[in-house]
């Protein structure tokens, strides 16, 4: 914030209290997520802790891309848990972005209750951030028990990640306090045919915490690749 | 002050620093070795009520103000009692010696306590392997050492031990009882302010010189209820050990008027009395492995529902993270007139929760017990951890690796 804006609204909280100006969203610490894009497209520097972010977009979009890049960076500073509801984490992508793979919980529940048992369990446990993998299809009965899961993970300070078709349902859309939507622009190739990685379009749907309507483009690179930008790692 | 045998003491005064300190120290143990006092907040008016060796050198006793006794010692910690810490390792020192041997009692002080030794001496004849066993076993669980008195009475093996140091018990054998008591100040009998008065103003300052005077004397100028005092000047103690028992189960029960046939509100009611349960049960610094669910229904028979734990837990978030899937699950088919909590196979808690006395810890189960949980519960595939193997075969199902965490 600009000094002389600051100024300003010192004068005002000082002249008229309460009724002065004030940040609109609430102070929210935030995880890095390992990727500077998204960190910058959040406007808190990653993604908040104590709440549910949410990844949409259709298939081939790079969301469960991103999500496992930021589980790699989690991993690397503390315990880390995938509810991996379609069973489709794949162990050697994350060890290839140097993920700590003894640090990683995969739980592969049975049901959407069972899911949310182990969420909250492992949350009030110590694990630092969870990132869920929830088809459409499995997700029945969730806007029940994202209530009590949200209470839960707040209280124990833990990020959550909900990787989700691009139409979530409303319930949601309701409870996460980031909406973040990704569409495939392109996929890039080498000059020897050989996959590099895609590009992607990520808009801010929805943020509690910042602005929201931010929109970012870049390449995410695929780990046997090279990105075309070098702050990627 | 071992001497030749004549008979076996059977007493054992076992006593610890006071439970506050010792709570203060298991949760910061960089406390230990410096001056702390313990009562409350320095600017708050209150009492000290426990104090380390290093304070009580500067001249800080229990029962002073704290104002006071800042100005005793103003380079010393003061801290608020830990009430609950305090409870469970009171506790945990009463339940390590009942698992010792039960004819175990609790005394008045706190960090205080006796053991009747005759049963032990079938497992250790030798005394003084049987010490060094009481100690270890005391020294694990609470972390210091404790000063142990063996005598042929409660009174006396509590003046032992109040002056014996860690690792060196004070045993006295029955027969040297009276010339043992001798060399201590009348103040070390429970004496009424009167009673130390009037000895006072006779000349009588040690246990030695009340001694020499005969009982019918001492009865004639003290009265009857003095004769008590005068007994135990001679090593006669005549209360009996009040045997300690550990608790078998905690209950929480609610009427519910009218019957509730609604699940949201029998969760707010089970929650409420899982709150109840882990009160008393942090109270007592124990943990349960099983709760019963006894659910009584208007006009249908009772049904109750069990709860396991995969380790003893203690606080409502978790029994109720137990309870809560159950109560969903139970097959209730009329209205409810009544519901119980009954939490069975109690345990001291810091057996499978050795941080429960750890700053942060005790209300947060660690990843492991976590998943030891879930997987108790859902089977063990529910949680796994991937491992690749860059040498195996070309496929990725044989590269990967999966097992339960």
């Known amino acids: 914030m600009p000094d002389r804006l600051q100024q300003a609204i010192t004068v005002l909280q000082t002249r008229f209290g309460s009724a002065a100006p004030r940040p609109a969203a609430p102070p929210c610490a935030a995880r890095p997520s390992g990727i500077a894009e998204i960190d910058a497209l959040t406007g808190i520097g990653g993604w908040p802790v104590g709440r549910l972010s949410l990844l949409a977009g259709p298939r081939g979009s790079g969301k469960r891309t991103l999500a496992q890049r930021s589980l790699a960076a989690a991993s690397r500073e503390g315990p880390v848990a995938y509810v991996d509801f379609p069973s489709r984490l794949d162990p050697e992508f994350l060890s290839r972005i140097d993920a700590r793979l003894d640090r990683l919980l995969v739980v592969r529940p049975k049901s959407l209750r069972e899911g949310m048992a182990s969420i909250r369990v492992l949350a009030r446990a110590g694990v630092d951030l969870i990132g869920i993998d929830l088809p459409r299809a499995r997700a029945a009965g969730l806007d029940a028990e994202l209530p009590h899961l949200l209470h839960r993970i707040a209280e124990a300070d833990c990020t959550l990640l909900l990787i989700h078709d691009a139409d979530a349902d409303d319930a949601i859309r309701y409870y996460a306090s980031l909406i973040l939507s990704f569409q495939r622009r392109a996929w890039v190739f080498s000059r020897g045919g050989d996959l590099e990685g895609l590009e992607v379009d990520a808009a801010v749907v929805k943020n509690r915490l910042a602005p929201p309507g931010r929109t970012e483009r870049w390449v995410v690179p695929y780990p046997h690749g090279k990105s075309r930008d070098p702050d990627i790692p | ?405």
Request: aromatic share 6%; with cysteine.
């Open chain 2, 1 to 405: 002050m071992t001497h030749g045998k004549s008979r076996d003491p059977d007493i054992c005064c076992i006593r610890t620093p006071h439970p506050s300190l010792l709570a203060a120290w298991l949760k910061t143990p960089a406390w230990r070795g410096r001056p702390l006092i313990l009562g409350g907040h320095v600017h708050e008016r209150s009492d000290v009520v426990a104090v380390s060796a290093e304070a009580r050198a500067q001249g800080v006793v229990e029962g002073m103000s704290l104002n006071r006794a800042q100005q005793f010692a103003p380079d010393a910690m003061i801290e608020p009692v830990d009430q609950e810490a305090t409870a469970r390792v009171r506790q945990s020192f009463l339940a390590t010696l009942h698992r010792l041997t039960p004819d175990l009692a609790a005394a008045p002080e706190p960090g205080c306590a006796f053991l009747r030794l005759d049963r032990l001496t079938l497992r250790w004849p030798d005394r003084a392997r049987l010490l060094a066993a009481i100690t270890r076993t005391i020294e694990e669980v609470i972390g210091s050492a404790p000063a142990l008195g063996v005598a042929s009475s409660m009174f006396v093996s509590t003046v032992a031990a109040s002056h014996a140091t860690p690792g060196r018990p004070v045993v006295v054998e029955p027969d040297q009882t009276r010339a043992y008591l001798a060399r201590f100040p009348i103040d070390t009998l429970p004496l009424d302010d009167d009673l130390r008065e009037y000895l006072e103003l006779l000349g009588v300052r040690t246990i030695g010189r009340l001694q020499t005077i005969s009982r019918q004397a001492f009865r004639r100028q003290f009265g009857l209820k003095a004769l008590d005092v005068y007994d135990l000047a001679i090593g006669i103690d005549r209360r009996r050990l009040q045997p300690w028992r550990p608790p078998v189960r905690i209950e929480a029960s609610e009427p519910l008027e009218p019957p509730v046939d609604n699940t949201q509100a029998l969760q707010f009611i089970a929650r409420a009395l899982a709150e109840q349960v882990s009160t008393s049960l942090l109270a007592q610094g124990l943990g349960t492995r099983a709760v019963r669910i006894v659910l009584n229904q208007e006009a249908a028979p009772v049904l109750a529902v069990e709860v396991r734990y995969a380790y003893p837990v203690t606080t409502a978030t978790e029994l109720f993270d137990g309870i809560r899937p159950r109560l969903l699950r139970a097959s209730i088919i009329a209205p409810l007139e009544r519901i119980t909590l009954r939490a069975g196979r109690l345990e001291p808690a810091y057996i499978r929760q050795p941080g429960l006395l750890i700053r942060r810890d005790g209300f947060q189960e660690s990843i492991a017990d976590a998943v030891a949980r879930l997987q108790e519960e859902y089977g063990a595939p529910v949680v796994q951890r991937a491992e690749v193997r860059s040498d195996a075969a070309p496929l990725p199902d044989h590269r990967i690796l999966w097992k339960p965490a």
